[in-house]
């Protein structure tokens, strides 16, 4: 069997595309699609009317991701600082290779039990 040609865009058609682009969803459920099918029937409104009238009503200001890695950043700094002074409150050693804060807390809780870090 011969292998076809890979079809070329026409200049018109990559233009359209570029000012038209596509979104594709699932929806959950068939009852949600059922919905959503009576609802635009019964105001005559397209799919994409009803995202564009979504998004009018969402606040204009996006949030700032750089305010929320700070937040982020300073979280973790906290949470560092306060495994550290409990480990120098408690004169727990401080192990030097990298665990989770769970993993942390069990290792504090078994040498405060036994006066010795688990191996």
Same mark, same amino acid.
């Given at each position: 069997?011969?292998?076809?040609?890979?079809?070329?865009?026409?200049?018109?058609?990559?233009?359209?595309d570029e000012e038209h682009p596509i979104?594709?969803?699932?929806?959950?459920?068939?009852?949600?699609?059922?919905?959503?099918?009576? =609802?635009?029937?019964?105001?005559?409104?397209?799919?994409? $009317?009803?995202? @564009? *009238?979504?998004?009018?009503? /969402? +606040?204009?200001?996006?949030?700032?991701?750089?305010?929320?890695?700070?937040?982020? =950043?300073?979280?973790g700094y906290y949470e560092g600082y306060? $495994?550290?002074? @409990? *480990?120098?409150?408690?004169? /727990? +050693?401080?192990?030097?290779?990298?665990?989770?804060?769970?993993?942390?807390?069990?290792?504090?809780?078994?040498?405060k039990k036994t006066g010795r870090l688990?191996?």
């Amino acid at each position: 069997m011969k292998r076809s040609k890979p079809t070329k865009k026409k200049p018109g058609r990559s233009r359209y595309d570029e000012e038209h682009p596509i979104r594709s969803f699932r929806l959950k459920s068939r009852e949600s699609n059922e919905r959503l099918q009576a =609802y635009l029937e019964a105001t005559g409104s397209s799919l994409s $009317d009803l995202v @564009e *009238r979504a998004l009018d009503s /969402l +606040p204009v200001e996006l949030p700032d991701t750089g305010k929320m890695k700070d937040a982020e =950043y300073a979280q973790g700094y906290y949470e560092g600082y306060e $495994d550290g002074y @409990e *480990r120098g409150k408690g004169g /727990l +050693p401080y192990p030097t290779n990298l665990m989770t804060r769970r993993a942390r807390e069990k290792v504090i809780e078994v040498f405060k039990k036994t006066g010795r870090l688990p191996q």
